[in-house]
């Protein structure tokens, strides 16, 4: 056997067409089959299954395959008060305007977190993968990025539902397992990205083939490590991605997210990739203008444009040369660069989701029609050069976590321990000025907090965000607005504004819940140790 094993992305991507669970040997159920999803009867069994190269291959990418969804990253934040999801069948609606239930929780690809079916590959996996004959180094790098993604996954698991069962081995299907304490998982989190952050290589994406590496384990550290309280060790871990030297800021903001430049971004410190035909995804056909083809799905908030400040780098509230009749004047570039308002020019044309009509005929993006429920869109993630025909079957990278993070985790952890606030200023101008926008002079909670908003933005984080620093009463409450009404010149893109704002729906926020999400009463049903969050 050739032990020099090479997990080139193509070869790992194209496997996962035909991959399914039933390649992970000796499975079985960690709790009820409603609990972990029964195990299909024609998987591959022990004595045949973990002799090759081959059955390594396949089982690393069945790893790998759906350790996270695109959807959960560009559509999380309809779960706050930066955006909203007119699909209610994708689940991420219910918890932004507050009717998730037990019942509706898991409903279409929203919020997948609870589901233990990647707990039992990644399980399987690091349970027999050591029966091989590769050397001792390769399993123990393939077994360190597997320990990563199930480190992610239970980072899910308590951020959005709290106590949650903590499985580490392959249980029988008998064995109904309890909750585990939230600050018991986020401790065996932390131990486990510190211990494979010495195991994994100092590589970005590119070289290491879209593999998990060193940076992405202490990145993950970092970002949990912020969401604790724990300030100073979160300046350390992040401070650590980095010095390794392998990362830097993508040049142009908007590009960034741009698939053409996928080559050589190494801003990207963990993402899922996508291979057409093989791996793709569909995520331009839900967030595409409807003249584009696409569901238009999202609906930015008009506090989300608000939270822009403008060129002098206040706040549109402490700025006296900033004009209400030209909104979009003047402002930070990433706005812009990160949502499509009305006027702007996007994918060749003006943008003109305000207009029931064009020349005579109905305006498929008005927003009383197919088009964005607030009337503004993200931008974030269409690259401009998509054909129709790509809409199901588009192939770009979608960034979990990028360098930018680092920067933002570092600067805000200076804040709240009142230290190296100087440098966590630096590594918040860099992202400024690589926008093209003026330097901040002084650090301080609020502009971290706002820069995080906007840098950020539609990138899956701000629920957290809301989460630790509990503005859920301030943002999360009464009615969602959208764009101001208007017309659009649809030759000039000039606004001419009405009175008032689209109400895209009024919301609810419940403190009691403390930002947990339900568990599922399908799964309280079959397992009496599965206890109900509070507030449900």
């Not at 597997?146 to 698991?157: E, G, M, N, T």
């Not at 951020?159 to 069962?165: A, V, Y």
């Not at 195991?199 to 590496?213: E, R, Y």
């Amino acid at each position: 056997m050739n032990c020099n094993l090479k997990f080139k992305k193509i070869e790992i991507m194209k496997n996962l067409k035909y991959i399914v669970l039933m390649i992970f040997v000796g499975c079985g159920l960690s709790c009820t089959d409603k609990f972990l999803d029964a195990v299909p009867n024609d998987q591959l069994s022990g004595p045949t299954f973990w002799k090759t190269e081959n059955d390594v291959n396949m089982a690393l990418a069945g790893a790998y395959r759906g350790w996270e969804n695109g959807m959960n990253i560009v559509m999380g934040d309809a779960m706050t008060d930066n955006d909203y999801s007119h699909l209610a069948v994708t689940g991420y609606q219910q918890v932004g305007n507050g009717t998730v239930s037990p019942q509706n929780v898991l409903v279409g690809t929203g919020l997948r977190a609870f589901s233990y079916v990647q707990i039992r590959k990644y399980n399987s996996f690091l349970e027999n993968v050591d029966q091989t004959n590769l050397n001792q180094a390769l399993k123990d790098k393939l077994k360190a990025e597997v320990r990563f993604l199930r480190a992610y996954d239970y980072f899910l698991k308590v951020m959005f539902f709290g106590d949650m069962p903590l499985i580490t081995t392959v249980i029988p299907s008998t064995e109904l397992p309890a909750r585990t304490p939230a600050a018991q998982i986020q401790a065996f989190i932390l131990d486990e990205l510190d211990k494979i952050s010495k195991i994994l290589p100092v590589q970005n994406v590119i070289t290491s083939k879209g593999h998990i590496t060193a940076g992405a384990a202490l990145a993950l550290k970092a970002r949990l490590e912020l969401y604790m309280g724990k300030y100073d060790d979160a300046m350390v871990s992040s401070k650590a991605v980095i010095d390794q030297g392998v990362y830097e800021l993508y040049p142009n903001f908007e590009q960034l997210f741009y698939r053409q430049n996928k080559a050589n971004n190494k801003e990207s410190i963990a993402e899922i990739q996508h291979i057409q035909n093989d791996y793709f995804t569909s995520i331009p056909w839900q967030r595409l203008p409807s003249f584009k083809g696409g569901y238009a799905e999202n609906a930015v908030s008009r506090s989300m444009v608000d939270a822009f400040e403008t060129s002098n780098g206040l706040p549109i509230t402490q700025d006296p040369a900033y004009n209400p009749d030209k909104p979009f004047e003047n402002r930070d570039p990433r706005l812009a660069m990160s949502i499509a308002y009305p006027g702007s020019m996007w994918f060749g044309r003006i943008y003109t989701a305000l207009n029931p009509q064009i020349n005579g005929a109905s305006n498929p993006d008005y927003y009383l029609n197919d088009g964005s429920k607030a009337g503004q869109m993200s931008r974030k993630y269409l690259d401009p050069l998509i054909q129709n025909a790509e809409r199901q079957n588009f192939d770009a990278p979608i960034m979990v976590i990028r360098l930018a993070e680092m920067y933002l985790t570092y600067a805000e952890a200076a804040v709240e321990a009142g230290k190296n606030q100087v440098l966590g200023l630096e590594y918040l101008n860099r992202l400024r000025t690589r926008a093209g926008h003026i330097k901040a002079t002084a650090l301080t909670r609020e502009l971290v907090r706002r820069e995080r908003r906007v840098e950020l933005a539609f990138e899956g984080l701000r629920y957290f965000d809301i989460k630790r620093w509990d503005l859920g009463p301030t943002v999360m409450a009464g009615p969602y607005q959208g764009s101001r009404l208007g017309t659009v010149n649809t030759t000039t893109g000039e606004v001419t504004w009405g009175n008032g704002y689209i109400v895209v729906e009024n919301r609810t926020f419940y403190p009691a819940r403390k930002y947990l999400l339900p568990i599922p009463q399908s799964e309280i049903d079959v397992n009496p140790k599965m206890t109900q969050n509070p507030g449900y």
